[in-house]
């Protein structure tokens, strides 16, 4: 494969494939049911795609994932169970929110982490910056800005 | 031989470039006043020879001249003229070539008109732009040229990709760049207030034009590029956490932190090291932007390694430029001093916090986009990060942030009775709880957080307008006087207010378009009829149409609301014989309180499509609009607040602020 093969190769697969998706003849009767086969096929990524979840992709693959989720609905399976199931066929890939496991501990608990060191880094320069100590006075620049308005005004009454 | 000449000025500018990379670096170290000033010229030198190359690669799309490769790989001479011209940009030769273009715009910028920027500081300003300038002119020359000819020339070139060949996405790259590399300029100058050693309030207002130009462009670029994504997919989505939208959002969260930050260094000489750390990482993440797009990573770990050559070289130009501008950062930056001190309650600390949520928002798109990659290098596990993982992270953090954008424009400087603000905006806050509560009343259905989203909204909204009538004491002193008090306002401050209600307004198309809205997918055939959100869409049939490069099946439907005509919609599905792809063009009606979306899908089945029946996808999306709207009205505030008169003529004298400003590091 060559470089301007693999750009228009990369170029085309970050465009998401238009069209399709959901057909009507996978659509089940019961508008609940439905709801839910929805809502499960937006957290389940098309394995042939990039990024995209079942839901938008027109790709076979995607097709026979969507009737799978509504035929264990239909059996009355859980939206977990539905879920778990095909996680156990396919593997952590197929899940657009990753798992909370030891490869992904760094991934979840990042923005935490960050916004507690951030949290701690603020709190300690509020205090080293405020403290006890509050300014309140004008410094030298405000006090002269403050003088000479204080003069024209005087000079204007005049 | 025009083609040839692109080419050579290419290599000019290039010459231009590295004599601008030393000349007046030395010059401002030596006291050299004429060193210094040639940046001005070899700015300008560079200005003029990339424009010629960006000129002469256009024409060669324009005449479609075939003879030239990039124009063979990316254009047809069916394809409409305003695509033509867009191909220029389509490639990723020509996108580069458009990259340096607007760096070099930047750098003529501040060359033109600098003129109160002080020599030394401009001089040093400009040698570092020319460093990046070397950088990617040598990129450009060295892999990626434009102008490589090809023979013997084929009759006819391969065509556009079709889903490029729209407007919206024909003026998303220019944009997306503007906003990308007007950091550029930011960088800069961040380096060299490095390497002078100070930072004081001059410098920020020096630089908030710049950034505030970038901010905005970058606002256009993705607004322009979500609502391409919306009308041209067919899905009636318009933000999809996809990669490529994640790495424009992320310079897009840390600009606006950095816009902030630079108000604190401006008023009150504080931040000084933060706001040039986030000057470094904002433009670091628009290289990483640029490098991730343009090296195939993401479509895998393996494809980067198939051809690595240009990777590699932009791998290397990162390196050096985040790696290099964060050592000098580390050796210089703890020898300036933060100026002006303040309590915990006072708008420095709410822009400290503002800045806290924007940067570890912008961590969490970092990791969220970046993690999957390093986990498939590092231990071959492969895992999805999508919608779901940002929905879960990033809004957490979002939410308080525009609580605080409600309070922030509250406080003053140093010190505030956090009492009296409250008493202010305790009326707005049970006002708040109370529309948001009325919303659940009337709507009902739909995600909790959704009615959380929307009170957020409007507290924001009322807010922001309550901040803006106590600034023009609306209603407490006679209209003729709240008038004059509003026109003496700043225009930065009325940008605000704008820019605030703008996100405000954006929100409720946020939340309103994902939470409430309705679809339906159905087989249809001539005269059948769709009842959705109140409106009778009914499926005249579908017709073929012939377009300049493709053949379409044009639907038609009739769209009536309570018998009453409305509209007619054509969602057309095109097909393009040349580049041998299909697009969906969605056809839609706007309205405020919401949008009618109808794309048509194939033909039913074999056997269905003897009888005329297609797949009919219609939504419902209600608010959809108040995104649009709401982007504008922050870009137009940044524009307000750009065009204020202390940016334009006002001329900070460096002296009088000097007490405060950091002391030189030698």
Redesign the interface.
Known sequence: ????N??A????????F????????E?LDDPVLEARARGIS??L?CLVC????ID?SNAGVARDLRLLVRERLTTGDTDEEVIDYIRARF????????PFKP??Y???L??AA??LI??I??IG??RK??GT????EL???EKRIVAEILASEKKERV | MIPETGQFALALALAAALVQSILPMLGAARGNLLWMRSARSSSIAQLVLIGISFVALMRSFVVSDFTVLNVVENSNSLKPMLFKVAGTWGSHEGSLLLWVLILAIFGAGVALFGSNIPDALKARTLSVQAWISTGFLSFLLLTSNPFARVFPPPLDGNDLNPLLQDLGLAMHPPLLYFGYVGFSIVFSFAVAALIEGRVDAAWARWVRPWTLVAWMSLTAGIALGSWWAYYELGWGGWWFWDPVENVSFMPWLLGTALLHSAIVTEKRGAFKSWTILLAILTFSLSLLGTFIVRSGLLTSVHAFAVDPERGLYILGLLAITIGGSLTLYAWRAPAMEGGGLFTPISREAGLLVNNLLLATATATVLFGTLYPLVLEAVTGDKISVGPPFFNATFIPIMLPLVVMMGIGPFLSWKRTDLKGVFQRLRFLAVLMGLAGLATWYVLRGGPVLAYLSVAIAIWLLLATLREWTVRIRLLDVPMSESIRRARNLPRASHGMTMAHVGLAIAMFGFVGSSAWKSEEIVFVQPGSIIEIAGFDVRFDGVEQVRGPNYVADRGTLTVSREGEFVTTLYPERRSYPVAQSRTTESAIRSTLAGDLYASLAEPASETASDQGAWTLRILYEPLVFFIWMGSIMMIFGGGLSLSDRRLRVGAPRRAIKSKIAATPAE
Not at chain 1, 91 to 96: A, E, S
């Open positions: 494969m060559n470089w301007k693999l750009v190769a990369a170029i085309l697969a970050t465009l998401p238009a069209a399709g998706a959901v057909e009507p003849d659509v937006k957290v990524r990039r990024s995209e979840n938008n593997g952590d890939y197929v899940l657009l929110k990753p490869e992904t760094v991934l979840w990042a923005p960050l916004m951030g949290g880094g603020v320069i509020l910056s405020g100590k509050v300014v309140n410094d030298d620049d």
